[in-house]
Structures are given as C-alpha cells and as structure tokens.
C-alpha cells in the first residue's frame, strides 16, 4: 500500500483540475500575446481562470493578482521590491518577521540584512506563534514592512492575521503574508483580512506546479523582479503559462467548494491519527490542534531521529516528512523546534503528516499500524531512549 501524507510539501493534481487544463497543451496552445487566432482563443479560459482566483480570495475588482511561477518567487517579488522602494533610498530600514516563517522569507530576509537592512525575527511561543505584544513591541516608525505567513506549513498552526494587519494600519506599515499553507485549509479573505500582499501556490490546494500567483492590494505598486515583456500589464514578463492558470483558477474554486469537507472529514482523521500517535509512550505533537490548519500534526518521539522514522515509513510506502520540503536536505535539527523552544533531544525527531481530502481512513489505520512498528524497532536499536511510564506525557 502505498500512502501519501506530506500534502503541505506538495498535493495530487485534482482529476477535475487536470481534465481543464488537457486541452490548453495541444488543442488551444497559442501564445496569449499573439495577435492571430491561435492566440486570441485562449483568452476566454484565462479570464474564467482570474475570475475563480479573485472570487477564492474575495479579491475586489480593483486589487491585482498577478501571475507567477510559485509562492517563494512572490515572497521574493515583495520583500525585494520594497527594499528598492522603501528602503534602499528612503527613511525606512526595518523589516519584521517570524523566525519559523519558510526558507523563501527567511533567506531573502537575511540577505537583506547584508544589505543593510533592519530585520526582526519575532519569536514564537510553545505553540509556535508569535505573541502580538512582541510584534508591538518590535514596530516602529523606522519599519517598511512585516511580513508574517497565514499558517505554518510544519506546524499548521494558524497566525493571527487579522490582528497583524490591524496593527500595520495603526502604524502605516506594509503588512505581506504568505498564504500557501491557508488556502483549501480554512477561509480566505483579503478584504476581511486588510492584507496589503499575499502569495500563494497552486500545487497546494490539488493544483498543478509552477504556477502561483501575488495578491497587490489596489493602490500599491512593486518593482517588476523581471523585466523583458508586457505580460500581467508590464508588472511581470514572460509567456503566460496557459495551461497552468488555468489549472489554478479551477483548483481554487474546487478549494473553495471543498473547504467544509477540509474543515470536517479531513479534521476527523487527522485526529484519529494524531490521538493513536500520542497513546505511545513519549510522543508529543506540537501546538492547540483546534488552532492549527485541519490537515496537519507534527509529532515529536523522544529516542528517534525523525530521519531514521521517515526511512522506515518510507519502507512501508508511506510519505511523510521532518520539515519543509524546501529543506529536506538539511539534517540539521528542526528549526521550529528550535524556536519553540523543545528540549535538545527533541529537535531532531520532528515528523510532520499533512493529509488532504483525498485521503481515507484506511490509509490512517495503515499508518498507525507501520508508525508503532517503526518507534518499536527503533527504540530497541537506541541508545539514548530508556522508556519509564512516569515519563509518559503528550504535549510539549
């Protein structure tokens, strides 16, 4: 049997998503920029696509989506763009962050830092959020920007947007988040939200790779990151990706449709999961699971590396993860471990499961069979793990 539960790194293309985009590879292939026909027949499923998009995120009429190739390239796209305009010639030279948000954020950050730039990396309590004091305490009328993701794609746990955005309005700051790990999870609402930026993905919520999109709230420009053509209104060049908007737009609104199924059924076996996980002894799952996104727990096993548990459920066909996938090289230990402030010996057993609507019950029981085995086989072998019932607890 094989079981695919690492669906925050990446999800099946919904049936439905494919059948739309078929057509758009050899029967209506033309260039959207082309003025002859071939070009020109395109353009009714591109704005079906848009519409959907807008509709997802109750963007207004006035706001841009603006196509691109996937999320970090629109994280990138807004940090960068407000350096050059906010804070390379101007008064401003402070940035404020989450130290757990993903690499595409931190790293950009941190080359700004080299840069010059101010950048604060809130921390985040045992739960993995920040605390809006900290935030508080952190802005200033040296700040450009905060730049806080809407849920986090290890831990699921959901940040307080609203507050944020409210906080930035006080302050007259630019407030970016990055949406990846909310859409097709709970409610999205730019407009509710007060969002000024939001980047997301479409091979998160069941739609094809390469292929994204940035959120620019009406009134606000960015630096175009690449030049070179008149596509998306000079703001972003290069060739449409036809087939790809369009697999979007129909995956957001599937998304959107699904999201009751999301925050029931796929709730109930993630808590199935999770609750069989915590009954063996010194396991642990990190943050309030009535705060986090319905798809995901990441559990900690005291005495085994989450590399060495994510060899053995490999071996029974069954994918999980120890973290982002954009980080899955590095074995060094968990960085939102890390910043949770888990115990040494915890840091490196983090294993993350992120289910989806398309997953069952049986694949749930076939995990928790294979996950026992796996902590038992592994424990034996350990060197370090001495279990005692005293020390049998869940929650860290």
Sequence with gaps: ???????????????????????????????????????????????????????????????????TSCATESNNWVLKSIYETHIKNGEKNHIITSAVEHPSVIAVCKYLESLGVEVSFLPVNSDGVIEIDALKDAIHDKTA???????????????????????????????????????GKIPVDVQDVGVDFMSFSAHKFHGPKGVGALFV???????????????????????????????????????????????????????????????????FSVGDREHRVPNTVLVSVKGVEGESMLWDLNRAGIAASTGSACASEDLESNPVMEAIGAEADLAHTALRFSLSRFST????????????????????????????PKNHKSGL
């Design 145 to 183: 920007l905060v730049s806080i993701m809407w849920a986090n794609n290890e831990t699921g746990m959901i940040f307080p947007i609203k507050e944020i955005s409210d906080i930035c309005k006080e302050h007259n700051v630019l407030f970016h988040t990055d949406g990846v790990q909310a859409i």
């Design 1 to 67: 049997m094989r079981v695919y539960f690492d669906n925050n790194a990446t999800t099946i293309v919904d049936p439905k998503v494919r059948d739309a985009m078929i057509p758009f590879f050899c029967e209506y292939y033309g260039n959207p920029n082309s003025l002859h026909q071939f070009g020109s027949e395109t353009h009714p499923a591109l704005r079906v696509a848009m519409d959907q998009l807008y509709a997802g995120i109750n963007a207004s009429d006035e706001d841009d989506i603006i196509i």
């Design 361 to 388: 019950e049986e694949e749930v029981d076939y995990v928790i069979l294979h996950f026992k085995k796996a902590v038992e086989r592994l424990r034996a072998i350990s060197s370090s793990y001495a279990y005692t």
């Design 217 to 283: 709230k009406k009134g606000l420009e960015l630096i175009p990151l690449l030049h070179g053509g008149d596509q998306m209104g000079g703001k972003r060049s290069g060739t449409l990706n036809v087939p790809g908007i369009v697999g979007m737009g129909e995956a957001m609104e599937i998304a959107v449709k699904e999201l009751t199924c999301e925050g029931n059924l796929v709730r109930k076996l993630r808590d199935k999961l999770e609750d069989a996980i915590l009954k063996t002894p010194d396991t």
